[in-house]
């Protein structure tokens, strides 16, 4: 049984798209996360959602967008896509601080 | 300066050794310290937490803190090449549903 779940596990766009990428813990935890890591293999937070509400909101540009239809599940909508939004992104959830990692979305920006 | 920082290795140590993976932090309130591990192209994985000054076992593993000197370590005893990955350091203020400061990760190599 997987914990934390993503899809897709690969996304290849051109720029100026808009895609989604999906996330869903089975862990019962009322925290999830996204986070990215670049090519240099720094991972970031991007944003936070405690029990649906956003809690952690990193200095990233409005296009993109999180979503919590339910403390299970947090979406992750990139509108215009550039160059550099090319990276793994990374949903975690936690109950404390104890977070726990998805497979990662490797998203290739053409 | 960073606020997490980590050697970025490579760090080689023959099978059966001791790795000892140092990590330094910036925050002096920062209240929790996790070590997750990182093989390539995968995700990291929770290996220890620890907030409390001293050491935590966990089987072949050991955290250690030192929050006066800001630092804290992880042990690996009885070192396996499957050990071989990156090891994060991450760091967050509260206890509590707080955001992970992340390292740049310290590479390890165990050679048989």
């Known amino acids: 049984d997987t914990a934390v779940s993503q899809t897709p596990k690969y996304l290849v766009t051109q720029m100026g798209n808009d895609k989604s990428i999906k996330c869903e813990q089975n862990?019962?935890?009322?925290?999830m996360y996204w986070y990215k890591q670049d090519s240099k293999k720094f991972l970031k937070i991007m944003f936070s959602?405690?029990?649906?509400?956003?809690?952690i909101n990193e200095t990233v540009p409005n296009r993109f967008s999180p979503k919590s239809p339910d403390k299970a599940h947090l979406n992750l909508h990139i509108n215009s896509l550039e160059l550099g939004d090319s990276a793994v992104y990374f949903c975690?959830?936690?109950?404390?601080?104890?977070?726990?990692f998805g497979p990662g979305t490797r998203l290739t920006v053409l | 300066q960073k606020e997490v920082e980590q050697n970025s290795g490579p760090l080689s140590v023959p099978e059966g050794a001791i790795a000892s993976l140092n990590c330094t932090y910036s925050?002096?309130?920062?209240?929790?310290f996790f070590w997750y591990r990182q093989y390539s192209g995968k995700s990291p994985e929770l290996i220890m937490s620890?907030?409390?000054?001293g050491d935590k076992e966990d089987g072949r593993f050991t955290a250690q803190l030192n929050k006066a000197s800001q630092y804290v370590s992880l042990l690996i005893r009885d070192s396996q090449p499957s050990d071989s990955a990156t090891y994060l350091c991450?760091?967050?203020?509260?206890?509590?549903?707080?955001?992970?400061?992340f390292g740049t990760g310290t590479r390890l190599q165990v050679f048989p």
């Open positions: 862990l019962g935890h009322d925290t």
């Open positions: 991450a760091v967050a203020r509260s206890y509590n549903t707080d955001k992970l400061i």
């Open positions: 925050d002096r309130v920062s209240q929790s």
């Open positions: 620890i907030y409390s000054n």
């Open positions: 959602y405690n029990n649906k509400e956003l809690i």
């Open positions: 975690a959830s936690s109950q404390r601080n104890e977070q726990f």
